[in-house]
């Protein structure tokens, strides 16, 4: 094998696991947002609005 093979084969290996980890990232982020909104939506707490008040001078 040839040198400028063994460079290409070399890149191409490591563009992809770049790739496969960069997937893997980004799965877990979208699956952590996920957990994190169905929590939030579970503990939701009521929040009682108030009447506005006229501005005092």
């Known amino acids: 094998m040839d ?8 890149s191409a ?3 992809a696991s770049i790739v ?3 997937l893997v990232s980004i799965q877990a982020f979208i699956v952590q947002i ?4 169905r929590e939030a ?3 939701r707490v009521p929040v009682r609005a108030e009447r506005p ?3 005092q001078a």
């Open 3 to 10: 040198p400028a093979t063994a460079k290409i084969l070399v």
């Open 13 to 15: 290996a490591l563009v």
């Open 20 to 22: 496969l980890f960069s």
């Open 34 to 37: 996920a957990a994190d909104l």
């Open 41 to 43: 939506r579970a503990a």
């Open 53 to 55: 008040r006229p501005p």
